[in-house]
């Protein structure tokens, strides 16, 4: 089952757009190849199309790969721009992914000083 709680959850965004009809090999071939990772135990990668109206997710659980998407009724999501030239990827807290996708934009989002992260 996907937890975006568990403190092992390493989740990856894609910052570049990809096709939206890629399913299970499609997008596991993007997250080997372009962002240079294998899905391992407790990986999700995060993927979303050009209009940043659609997102999918693929997640390995040890025994296979979950797909899952999302489709926006209107408005679109809030997705990073790269920091850095060339930078295809970047890597998330569970808390922030679950921002994204409840349509927090994360570019002004900042944690207050009482918040501790679990380790």
Request: aromatic share 10%.
């Amino acid at each position: 089952m996907l937890n975006l709680a568990s403190a092992a959850l390493k989740v990856f965004l894609a910052l570049e757009p990809c096709d939206m009809r890629k399913s299970f090999n499609g997008l596991y071939e993007l997250a080997g190849r372009h962002h240079e990772s294998n899905p391992g135990r407790d990986s999700l990668f995060v993927f979303t199309n050009k209009n940043r109206n659609r997102i999918k997710l693929l997640y390995f659980d040890g025994t296979g790969l979950w797909v899952a998407a999302k489709r926006l009724e209107k408005g679109r999501f809030s997705w990073p721009a790269p920091s850095e030239p060339g930078q295809r990827r970047i890597k998330l807290h569970a808390e922030a992914l679950q921002l994204l996708l409840d349509g927090v934009d994360l570019r002004g989002a900042t944690l207050k000083p009482w918040y501790e992260r679990p380790e």
